[in-house]
């Protein structure tokens, strides 16, 4: 009988999910023995040539990392849809937007101005921007085009299953693909994670959610044993999903979410919002303005990894072409 | 021309793609690397907290 055939593929990405997968160590040679990769650019040459003449569904099992923001992406995505028996969207900038997502906070035309004009390490005398075509002496070359927008996977295709984590562990990887070998998948649509909170899991001493005010890092030394947000120091432990094993708490940096909204939250940024302004003591305006001041950058912290899976999407643009 | 496309490069961390011009007598005319991504980093970071960009620019590489 053939081997399952197996694909990994990156789109708007950094390759430390393709790094995670790598990261399995021993694990790696289990999985080339049990199927055939029949596309990774990170490790292998298989080109996109190769995946066009596949017949479609042959690919077993592909596990999609990075977001949706060009038009070579979309292509991708759309290509290893139909290639492909199941899908996965591996990682948070494939399941929520992750930190590529940030770009929704701001414009493809603000982008393309600061990186190819405005940034002062650049030398650019005739402003040039990137174009789609673009004619040279021996012929004609082309780039994708830039969406306005930051997608996650499932924004531009179905999707299986769903592994979140910037990266995801390498032993929920492991897991997963025992899961895999052995049949026993979870129903399709699911999160492959825990069903609590990272804020449920962290093994922090917490007493009482009672907040006076927040603070940056700098201003306080924290007890390394307590909860963090009871500290004052913002925490989205308890607007995310756990399964991660704390790694970030571990580290003594509070968690910001790379797991996304926990079971049954639609948004992970309202619900953050929601745990902060329940835990912070007092409520009148005064009250209401000193947290405001003490909250940096809500939207960047509550929606850092997932503000393209929430209900705000995106910042609002006055004309926006295409996506 | 005759073009040869390399599409992706792999083995490498990031997206690109080499184009190679033929002339007539199959030798190389000209070359071609382009890089089709991007993601905005020197934009999206702006208006973020100065002690947040140390756990937020990692993610430009993970290799």
Known sequence: MAKPKLALYWAAACGGCDVAVLDTNEKILEIAAFGDIVFWPIALDFKYHHVRAMEDKSIDLCLFNGAIRSTEQEEIAKLLRAKSKVLVAFGACACFGGIPGLANFT?????????????????????TLPQVKTKVPEGELDLPDLFESVQTLEQVVPVEYFIPGCPPPSDLIVKVVDLYVTGKMPPVGSIVASDKTCCDECDRVKEEKKVARFYRPHEI??????????????????????????????????????????????????????????????????????????????AGTFYRFGLPDSMLKRKKVAKVQGK | MAKISIDPITRLEGHGKIEIFLNDEGEVANTYLQIPELRGFEKFCEGRPVEELPRIVPRICGV
């Open chain 1, 107 to 127: 414009t493809r035309e603000e982008i393309l101005q600061r990186v190819y004009k405005e940034a002062p390490s650049n030398s650019n005398p005739e402003g």
């Open chain 1, 221 to 298: 030394t924290t007890d390394p044993k307590k909860c963090l947000l009871e500290q004052g120091i913002i925490c989205c432990g308890p607007a995310t999903r756990g399964g991660c094993g704390m790694r970030c708490i571990k580290a003594n940096m509070p968690c910001r979410g790379c797991f996304g909204p926990p079971a049954g939250v639609a948004d992970q940024g309202a619900k953050m919002l929601s745990a902060i302004a329940s835990i912070y003591q007092g409520d009148t305006p005064e009250a209401v303005n000193k947290m405001l001041d003490e909250v940096v950058d809500p």
